[in-house]
């Protein structure tokens, strides 16, 4: 058994590469085992890690051992680990598995292997292995593209993303067509166990690393979508929360003052919400919440924007809306709650809505002043019998009192 002195700078490196790929491995693990939301995804990409490690491990072997058995189980788990890096994708961004493609590439990949095993046969191997494999990160790359296409709009971002699957793909391309054309100097290097030279293998052990560090920064981007999102919605009912509703109501007034068309805003609260929690407790009541906010983001335009305003109150933005448009969809709201629903241990509860209708008045009008209106509306709808709808500014009742 040679020394570490009898190494060879490949070898030293792609050994360093190994040692790299397991502290990597040990990472995603960790990172499974806290966050419970990419445990698989993290699973698969541990696997991914591993194999990577394995294979060049296995490249460092045969380079001393001269077994041809030995180097083609390198290649074997270098597809593997395409292959688990790939599935691991597609939990992660929540796409279709398939399992059946990959299946069937592992099943070429041994027919390849099955045909060609020995020196003589390396061009036509390597050149099937090495198409497998570009393709293998060319359906990465698809997998990534397809994820960051839905979160963001901005190409270069995508770009970034795919460019080291993209990298992969160009480096197994070229390398399946110059063992096709120069398969005598394939041969000979297959013979003499020095198929990998350093600068291929610095290349692999660099490409290797920039698919981690895809995966690490894809985990890091979902991760803080999930954060920003939690900073602007409301954990029990989903809808927008207080914070992110004035950003939305900045936005409108500034279209408002350049374009002048008219929007409204509704008020909407739960008639005796503190009945439900005192009668059937907190969680009756979280139910009635969730119900309600759906049935509202249900039956609102796509335009209209609904956020959680407090307790069991709600603000309903309506652009290019007037008053008395605002004021009929809120009837039709309001018989809709009236009529909604709401299962609860065996039996449907009932409730209703008051809602305050107020509308953008001009230039000079304010934020706190148009939810002012409608508050005061919202009052008037309240002591008038609930149930019903109020509309600002002369507080006129258009809705009735429930039997």
């Not at 460092?60 to 395409?82: D, I």
């Not at 059946?100 to 390849?112: D, E």
């Amino acid at each position: 058994m040679p020394t570490l002195n009898d190494w060879q700078p490949t070898q030293i490196g792609l050994a360093m590469a190994f040692l790299q790929e397991l502290v990597i491995a040990l990472g995603r693990l960790t990172t499974g085992w806290l966050l419970k939301d990419v445990r698989r995804p993290a699973l698969h990409w541990a696997g991914f890690s591993l194999l990577s490690g394995g294979s060049f491990l296995n490249f460092v072997v045969s380079a001393h051992a001269q077994l041809e058995l030995v180097r083609l189980l390198g290649n074997t788990l270098f597809m593997g680990a395409l292959l688990l890096q790939t599935r691991g994708l597609l939990l992660f961004t929540r796409q279709p598995l398939q399992d059946r493609l990959s299946i069937g590439a592992m099943a070429l990949l041994m027919g390849a292997l099955w045909l060609w095993p020995s020196h003589a046969d390396a061009p036509w191997r390597v050149a099937t292995i090495s198409t497998l494999s570009c393709l293998c990160c060319l359906w990465t790359a698809m997998v990534i593209f397809r994820y960051m296409r839905h979160e963001i709009v901005r190409s270069r971002w995508m770009a970034s993303f795919t460019l080291p699957s993209l990298l992969g793909a160009a480096v197994l391309a070229h390398r399946a067509v110059m063992a096709l054309l120069e398969p005598e100097r394939l041969i000979q290097t297959s013979i003499a166990g020095t198929s990998i030279s350093l600068t291929s293998a610095m290349l692999w052990v660099l490409l290797s690393l920039s698919l981690e560090l895809t995966l690490f920064g894809l985990v890091i981007f979902k991760l803080g979508g999930q954060l920003r999102r939690a900073a602007r919605h409301d954990r029990l009912t989903g809808l927008l929360n207080r914070h992110a509703m004035d950003d939305v109501l900045t936005q409108e007034r500034q279209r408002a003052r350049r374009m002048a068309p008219p929007f409204s805003a509704l008020m909407v609260d739960i008639d005796h919400f503190k009945q439900v929690n005192d009668r059937l407790g907190h969680a009756a009541g979280d139910h009635t919440l969730r119900t309600v906010a759906q049935h509202l983001r249900r039956h609102l335009r796509a335009t209209d924007v609904v956020s959680r305003w407090g307790g069991e109150e709600f603000l309903v933005l309506l652009p290019a809306t007037s008053r008395a448009e605002a004021s009929h969809l809120a009837e039709k709201l309001c018989e809709g709650v009236r009529r909604l629903p709401i299962p609860w241990g065996g039996e449907d509860l009932r409730c209703t809505v008051s809602i305050g209708v107020a509308q953008w008045r001009a230039a000079g009008d304010t934020s706190d002043a148009l939810l002012a209106r409608a508050d005061q509306a919202l009052y008037c709808a309240k002591n008038g019998g609930r149930d019903r709808v109020c509309v600002e500014p002369t507080l006129v009742q258009t809705g009735h009192i429930a039997a």
